[in-house]
Structure formats: structure tokens, C-alpha cells
């Protein structure tokens, strides 16, 4: 096959403008308007790339998203984009093009000898070579069975993991890039009455008749040219009318645009390519857009694809679709060859037949019926047309040195099935075996499905509600009929099952036509070129008992490459029903899923990535933190500071430092991301008795409690402080990861179960900075602080004494809360003061040994005292598990309380909180490592470590976890830590959780 | 993608919404007996067609809902404020 660029027909249409790009590097020049694939055939490339599994040669087959060869990978570096199809890509300046899955080159490939193999690499090899038993019967991870390959051939997986990096190699299309996408994309939401999908003649004539009903109207397409079918005929006049029609209405038109998925209540994926040509002057303009697109109804004038079907080496370049010859003849003026071969079974091929003829060329149509239409046969009469009919193709075969199609055997209908006779040489073989309307978008959505006999083809009619279909997607052929058709459902005048009178639309029905089997030809017929599965794997299938369509596409991978079957799914199911003897309606189809033609990950991640993946939540000390040497860590959404390094510190150093100043004098953390609540109204006292397990209904003003929140299956939620401000508010704290949780299960409580409190709750986790002061001098810092000393006193602010202060003339709230141990307040400050009040209390704790602590420090003291918290409380944890079982009380009924009384949740052997030593002090271990009584390390463990420090106050590593029935019941056993990850194995004592200052003098001084 | 109306809001994506529960559990009062709260925490029915289910309108005007929607087909039926008097009152300032 080699193409031929003809002059324009007519002087009206624009000068051409020459563009060049480059082939595997090298120049060449093309028409601006081409797609890859025209450029190429114009260049007289006929040799796209080679196949997935065997290597094979590939050309253009197609000239839409249907195409199954000629895939290529554009750009280079960061820019490289693997696997996109020629036959869509719009040709821009300079772009690079290259071939894929060949080396060295995509004429001479190392890799086609694969293709000799073929037979042993059909359907289900790597099943049944890598996994499965060995020979001996032994299983696949057996280590005694190790051999050397390949001498251990077929024994499952170790092999695998052996010849995995080579098949990976072999196998397979282009190669992405390593680098990240330098690209920007973005996320839009548009909103839209009607959606026309798709602007051939019937997407164009019911965009323009629901715009005339007054509807807001967004038409888009997927070509980079508006127009579909259009763009393949010769006579341009109806064309030029419809256009100059749609321009006059209020119609949004989006090219480059692709409806990849239909999602429920009519909402449409959309992802827009932003022209390269606008790009390259306006760089800042995003890649590609991706809209969420809302409508109140879609309609789907998305087209029919047409069909090939198999016959023996139907992959050869140089074969195509009927219709894509007619395509690059019209559109892009190229014609595809100069002795062509037509093989179809249907009337559409004819017309291009006669066009292909009118320019230039010899042609030859087999036609698989025996008898055609009157018209037709006049139509042909008198021209370089020659018509065999009752015949079809039982072979291609090649050229000695070139492996593009060059001579065809010719399959005679008999009596008794089809016979192999004579042969014809060609340059070009254009195959038309049917039509198969684009019915995915309305699959997606799950709408019926069914099998026409008459015209051998899936169709959909939509959900009659939101989904319709126009033109030919829904089976109708007839440009008269389609428009008809276009008119009635963007005008709603009748119902769309009334359609059903003009699908079709042929003089002679077609034959239906999915593959020539000749006895005595032999070789690979291919159903899906793309992931190279023939006739024959589909018959294997059959014959290994896939035979469910679901079955038979994981087995084969029929469908499953980057065309998803477009062209060969139909067949593939066809030889399936023919394998079982049943009809194809019988067989079904497996339901399409989104996206219809393969986007880039970049449009749908959009904006959001690297620090914009997740919103990012800053405390109001977060850049005053920063500016104290500060390093953050990630908690949840939250960045907190984790630690406060000194020059040369490393984080162990720091948090043992700043835990240690913060315990011998004073030391100051920022804990504003704890959850903050407020709770208001007459009944919030109640509410509160019934949330938490100990009584609040006796919380004097100005008192503060720690409360525990049980879920209702008993489990422990949540804790923190309440503090009562007044007598009907109260300020609750959350811990940081469960802040929203416990607001919205507030919220629940208040509006489904008891909407008779009155109560409110607000949020004010934001509005108030949070910090805490701890050490022996935390006092003596905040009587150089307060406005008024007095407030502050061991009298007047007692342990769990709460009050509002001034601090320089702000008002803020000093609770005498400790969650490290030792004397300790927490400070809330008015956000907005934050970083001022912050600055001055800073200023002032300089008279004293002081420090700033991260989380870290916080953590080693919270563990060292026994405290847990997320690690402890994960969901799993009764209230008596981590000890705190006295503050369940017995005299109320709470949230959780009844069923925290089940069977399995009163168990006295269920793990329980401890605190556990290394017996040789200088030993270091991890979270998560399992604790067992020594000699009985196999099996489910006796507990378990959450949470690991160096405790400088006792000068060892600490941890706390869980041990069946706690301290008590292993008082007397030798436990052994093991880690088996890490390798690190040790004795260890279990002790009380309360490992520093279990009497808790120092908070109370 | 289903869209819910919020009775304040409007309708919205549904990824402004989170997800509750069964809406049709009578929960027992706090001091109901162990086996009755099993049967409310535990139990539920797995319905093929319609129910009612509770959701948030989180980021929105965080109103519990009580939405009727089909699980089979996302259809919503209607959306009403879980807490009964402030259903009363919009339907009264309607």
C-alpha cells in the first residue's frame, strides 16, 4: 500500500499549510489539519508499530478511536506520552513522533521472532506456565524446591519472578515517562440543559433543534474538527448549511472534547485537550480540562464504528476499514492505495468504493452475499469496479520483503461452507463487516442492551428518561432517517421506541460476517489486534470451559487493551456463540465501563497534586513556630510541630532535651489543633451526662473534667476535657483526629435521637489558639503573664480549675489541665492574637530554663504517665482495656452503656493496658512488635506495643501496649518481645502504664 | 455522582454529603435493655429498592437528612430534615 496525496477538489478550500514533525527523529513535512496517521501514510510509512505479544507489524487500520495498530508515543522526555492512537492525534508543529515495542527499529524488530513461537504463547500461558502446582505436587512457596531455571520450568511462581523483567520487556506498548508531568490540568463544572454527544449530521441537527426549543445546548467532540462523518464526504454543501445553522443559535461547541463516562443522574465526564496550537503561545494554559458536566439530558449521536472481522494474517498493514479509506480520501485527500480490494458484507461500502474509483484507482469489492441490490449493481456498472459475489477473504499474504499486505486468497461460498479459490493480488484491502453503534456511554449507566439480527449489531435505546439516542449510534444507517431521527428527540415530539420503525435502512440486509475459516489455511487470524488474541484463543477458551462472555474476556483479554475492543469485541462474542451453538443475544455482552477511550491520570488528579493533594491545615502559632526553628509534622490534615532542634540536634536529641527542660522547669507547646466545642443552651448539662460515661451532671463553673465518649456498640470514641464556662455553656475538647467525628456525632444526637434538647454546638476549633505550659515554673511564668496574679494561685485556680483571664487586656481562657504530668495550663488566646500574646508569653518564660516542645516531647511524657491516645484508643478498646474503667459510672445510663456490658467485652482476658521495660535497660525497640510468654512466640500473641519512647525521666526505653488479661495476669511470666520485621528480640518486664510519678504529686503542687 | 436538594441548601453533589445510616432504626432510650439496643446497633435490613437513610450535609448547613433513595438506581424520592420540628417549621414557612 503505498498513499498518494491528490489535489483539493475545490478552489474555495484554503490554502494548505505545510507543518513538519519528526518519525523516530527523523523530518518530514505533512498538511496542517493531518492526524499521525495521515502525515505517516502521506510520507508513505506504512509500518506503524509492532504488537503487543508477537511483534507483528502494524499499520493505520482505522481512522477514528477504534484503532487497534497504529499506536504511537508522542513527545519526549517528561513530555512523553505512550500509546496514543495516530489515527486521532491531531498533527502539530514540531511534534515528535515515535514508534513503540520495537527494537531496533519498527521495520526490523528482534522481537518479531516471537512471532514464530506464537503457538506456545496462546490464551492462558502465563497461568498455566507460572502458576498452579509443580510436577511433584509440591505448592508454589515450597523453599525446598528451588531450582535452576530453566530447569525449573513450570513451577509456579518463583519462576514467575524470575522471567517476569524479560516478558514485561517483550510484552506490552509504549513506555511511560519516569519523570513527573510538567503539565498543568484543571477541574471545571459545567452545567448545561442538553448535552449532544458526538457532531456528525445527527449531533449537529439535534443541537440545533433543542437550542431552537430554547434550551441551553453544549455540543462536544472528540475529533480536533467538528463535523463527524461529515469530514469523509466529498460534498460539502449540506455540511456548509448545517454549520452556518448551529452558528446562529446559542450552542456551546467543545472539540478535542471527550465523553468518556456517563454517571448517575446525568452526569458526564468530559476531558477537554486544549489546542496545541493555543498552547504553544499561551503556555500557562492547562494541558487538558476536565469537566464534571451536569445535565438535565444527554444525547448520545456518538456514531457506529465499523466492524472487521478474521480471516487469516487480517493484521497485515496496508488493511483497513472501508470507511477510514474514505475518510483519509475526503479529509485529509489521501488515497490509500492504487489497486484496492474491498471485502464486505453490507451496502455502506460501496459509495466509497465508487469514490475511491472516481480518484484514480482500480477496485475490486468481494461481497459475501450472493445477491445485492438493483441500485447498487447500477451504480457500479461501467466503472473500474469488479464485484465477486459470495465471496470474502481467507487470507492475506504479504509481500517477500515487506511484510504489508500484497495478494489475498479469495474464499468461495458453498453449499457447505466456504471454500478457498484463487487468489488476487492487491495494495490495499479495505474490510467492511458491519456496524456497531458507539452504545458505551449509555452502558456505563446500565440501560438494556439487545442484540439486532437484522442488522447484526448491539443497540440501545437509552433510559427513555435522561439518555436518548440519534442517528446512527442507534442503528439507523440512512442520512434521511438520521436526521429524522435527530429531530424527534431533540424535539421530544415522539417517544423514542418509536425510532424502532426506521432502524436499519440498507436495500439488502446484511449478511453477518465474523470470520472466514478455510480448512487447509493456517496461521494467526486476529480478533483483537491490540492485545493480539486470535480466533483460535477464543476457541481455546471454549474449550477449557470460559465460556461465560466475563470468562472468556479475562481468560483471552479480548477487549482489554487500550482500544478496549471496539473493533473485535463482536466477534470475539460471535465465535464464542458459534463455539456453544447458541445465538449471539444468548452470549450477551459484557457491560462497558468508563472511560470510552483512555485519559490521562493528570486531568483526572487536576490541580490536585503534590502539596495541593490535600488541603493543608496550619495552627494560628504555625508561622511563629516556624520562625522558632520549628519542624512540622503531618497529623492528619493538621501540620504540628514535631520538634524544636537546637544547632546540630537530630530529633532523638531534641524531644529528650525538651521533654527533659519541660519536666525539671518549663516548657511551652502549641496544641492548638485539639478539637474545640462549644456547647450551649438550657439543657447542655444533660446532654453532656448522656454523651460521656462519668457524671457531669455536678460540674461546678469553672471547674474542668476529663470525660470518655463511648460509641454505642461500647467501644471507646473519643476523650478529652469539658470545661463549664457558665451554667448553661460548656467548652468541650476533642482529641485533633477525631475532632470532626465527635461534631458531626453531636450534631446526630441532637437532631435524630433527641431533638428535644435544647442545645447548640458550634465549632470554634479555628477561633482559638491553644497552648500548653508545663514544669514546676509554669505558674511562676504565668504570674509574670496575667494581667491580674491573683487569678492564678494554687487557691484560686486549683487542679481542673478553669477561668477567663486578661492577658494584656485580651480576654483568654487558663485551664489547669496536665496531660504531660507535671503542673501544667492550657492557654487559649483569641486566634487573631495569637502570634502577639505567643511572642510576649515567649519573652517572659526567657527569665526561666524554658523551651519550646513538638509533639514528640509531648508524646514521650504522655507515655511515660500513661495517658493514651490514638495509638491506644483505635476503635477496638473497651473503657476497662485502657484502665479506665471507674469512669464508667454505675448510677446513669450513658451512650455505649448498654451494650458495653456484652459477654466478650467483660472479659477480665481481654488485653489491657500496661507499661512495658527492656530487662536489659540499654535495649531499643519498636511499635508493633508482639509480645509472648518466652518459648511460645508462634501463634496469635499474648499483646501487643502501640507506642514506643526514650524516656528521659527514667533514662530507658518505655513503651505502652496491650497484654492479655493485664499486669495481674502475667505478673509471674516471662515475656519476650519480638519483632520479626526488624529482627529484634528481647525480655522485656510489663509494668503499670503509670511508668513516672504514678501518685501524680507533681501536677497537684 | 447523585445530587441531593438540601431543604436549606439547594441541591448539591453528593460529595458534599456524608453518609449516616439506616434512617428507619427506632433507637431505644439510654436505658433500654442490652438485647434491644443489639437489635438497633446491629440489625439491618439489606433492601433492594427503596429506603430511607440518613445523611449530613456536611459542608453545607451540616442538617441531618432523612433521604428516601433507591439502591438500586441512586433515584432520590425525597429529603427532609431529620429533626421533626425544624421540618415542621420549613414546611410552614414554605
Known sequence: ??????????????????????????????????????????????????????????????????????????????????????????????????????????????????????????????????????????????????????????????????????????????????????????????????????????????????????????????????????????????????????????????????????????????????????????????????????????????????????????????????????????????????????????????????????????????????????????????????????????????????????????????????????????DCLLISAGWSPVIHLASHQGCPIEWNKENACFISSGDDKSIFFAGSAAG????????????????????????????????????????????????????????????????????????????????????????????????????????????????????????????SLGALAGAHRQSHFKPIRRTPFHNWSLANNGVMIDAGLWHRPWYYPKQGENLQDAYIREATITRRSLGICDVSSLGKIMIQGPDSTIFLNRIYTNPFAKLAVGKARYGIILREDGMVFDDGTTWRLSENSYLMTTTTNHAAAVMARLEELLQTRWPELRVHVTSITDQWAGCAIAGPNSRNLLSEIVDDPSEISNETLPFMGVKQVLLQTIPCYIARISFSGERAFEVYIPSDYSHAIMQFIWNKAQKFESCLYGLEALGTMRIEKGHVTGAEIDGRVTIEDIGLGKMASQNKDFVGSALRNREMLTSPNRPQLVGIFPKDKHKKFSAGALLNEAGKTKGHPLGWITAVTHSPALGHWIALGFIEGGLTAVEDKHIVLSDELRSNFLDVEIVSPHMYDPEGTRLHG | MIQISCPFCGKRDHSEFSYGGDGQINYPSLDAAQETWHDAVFLRENIYGRQIETWQHLYGCRSWLLVERDTRTHEIFSVKLAHADWQKMMAENR
Not at chain 1, 491528490?6 to 499549510?17: A, F, V, Y
Not at chain 1, 498452579?132 to 525446598?144: A, E, M, S, V
Not at chain 1, 461547541?253 to 477537554?272: H, K, M, Q, S
Not at chain 1, 477458551?541 to 475492543?565: N, P, W
Request: hydrophobic share 35%; glycine share 8%.
Open chain 1, 476 to 599: 439507523i444507517w440512512q442520512f434521511e432517517d438520521c436526521i429524522q431521527s435527530a429531530t424527534q428527540v431533540a424535539r421530544k415530539t415522539k417517544k423514542a421506541q418509536k425510532q424502532s420503525s426506521i432502524i436499519g435502512g440498507w436495500h439488502t440486509d446484511i449478511e453477518p460476517l465474523y470470520e472466514i475459516c478455510v480448512p487447509a489455511i493456517k496461521g494467526k487470524a486476529f480478533i483483537d489486534p491490540q492485545h493480539d488474541v486470535t480466533a483460535s484463543d477464543v476457541r481455546l477458551a471454549h474449550q477449557e470451559g470460559f465460556i461465560s462472555v466475563e470468562h472468556l474476556k479475562r481468560y483471552t483479554t479480548l477487549g482489554m487493551a487500550t482500544d478496549q475492543g471496539k473493533m473485535g469485541n463482536i466477534i470475539g462474542l460471535a465465535l464464542m456463540a458459534d463455539a456453544l451453538n447458541r445465538p449471539i443475544s444468548d452470549v450477551g455482552v459484557t457491560r462497558f465501563r468508563p472511560p470510552y477511550t483512555s485519559i
Open chain 1, 1 to 426: 500500500m503505498t498513499a498518494t496525496r491528490l489535489p483539493r477538489q475545490s478552489s474555495l478550500d484554503k490554502q494548505d499549510e505545510t507543518i513538519s514533525f519528526f518519525w523516530n527523529n527523523k523530518k518530514l513535512n505533512a498538511r496542517k489539519g493531518d492526524s499521525i496517521s495521515a502525515a505517516l501514510l502521506a510520507n508513505k510509512y506504512q509500518i506503524i508499530g509492532r504488537s503487543f505479544k508477537y511483534h507483528r507489524a502494524r499499520g493505520v487500520t482505522s481512522a477514528g478511536v477504534e484503532e487497534a495498530g497504529a499506536l504511537v508515543t508522542t513527545g519526549k522526555g517528561a513530555y512523553t506520552e505512550p500509546n496514543v492512537r495516530a489515527s486521532t492525534t491531531e498533527l502539530s508543529e514540531g511534534l515528535f513522533v515515535y514508534s513503540q515495542n520495537a527494537w531496533p527499529s519498527v521495520r526490523f524488530d528482534i522481537g518479531s521472532i516471537l512471532n514464530l513461537f506464537g503457538r506456545f504463547f496462546a490464551a492462558g500461558f502465563y497461568y498455566k506456565t507460572f502458576m498452579g502446582k509443580t510436577f511433584t505436587g509440591k505448592t508454589l512457596r515450597d523453599k525446598t524446591f528451588r531450582g535452576i531455571p530453566p530447569l525449573e520450568w513450570g513451577r509456579g511462581t518463583g519462576i514467575w519472578m524470575f522471567f517476569e523483567k524479560f516478558i514485561r520487556k517483550a510484552a506490552g506498548l509504549g513506555t511511560a515517562s519516569r519523570q513527573a508531568d510538567p503539565d498543568s490540568y484543571e477541574h471545571l463544572h459545567t452545567h448545561t440543559d442538553i448535552l449532544v454527544i458526538g457532531s456528525g449530521p445527527a449531533g449537529i441537527q439535534s443541537a440545533i433543534q433543542a437550542a431552537q426549543t430554547g434550551k441551553e445546548v453544549l455540543l462536544v467532540e472528540q475529533d480536533y474538527a467538528i463535523g463527524g462523518t461529515y469530514l469523509s464526504w466529498p460534498d460539502k454543501s449540506e455540511f456548509k448549511t448545517q454549520i452556518s445553522k448551529l452558528n446562529k443559535q446559542n450552542i456551546t461547541i467543545l472539540t478535542r472534547t471527550t465523553a468518556f463516562g456517563l454517571y448517575d443522574d446525568t452526569t458526564i465526564g468530559l476531558v477537554e485537550i486544549i489546542c496545541p496550537e493555543e498552547r504553544a503561545q499561551k503556555p500557562l494554559k492547562p494541558r487538558q480540562r476536565f469537566h464534571i458536566c451536569r445535565a438535565e439530558s444527554v444525547i448520545l449521536a456518538t456514531g457506529a464504528l465499523e466492524r472487521n472481522y478474521a480471516f487469516v494474517n487480517n493484521d497485515l498493514p496496508g488493511i483497513m476499514t472501508v470507511s477510514s479509506a474514505r475518510t483519509y480520501l475526503n479529509r485529509y485527500q489521501l488515497l490509500v492505495g492504487s489497486n484496492i480490494m474491498i471485502s464486505t458484507n453490507n451496502d455502506s461500502a460501496y459509495e466509497a468504493g465508487l469514490e475511491l474509483e472516481q480518484a484514480g484507482a482500480t477496485v475490486t469489492i468481494l461481497e459475501s452475499r450472493e445477491q445485492i441490490g438493483e441500485l447498487l449493481l447500477q451504480q457500479i456498472s461501467g466503472r473500474r469496479i469488479n464485484l465477486y459475489l459470495g465471496s470474502a477473504v481467507a487470507k492475506a499474504n504479504h509481500g517477500v520483503f515487506s511484510p504489508c499486505v500484497k495478494q489475498i486468497v479469495i474464499a468461495q461460498k458453498t453449499s457447505d461452507g466456504w471454500r478457498q479459490s484463487g487468489s488476487l493480488s492487491c
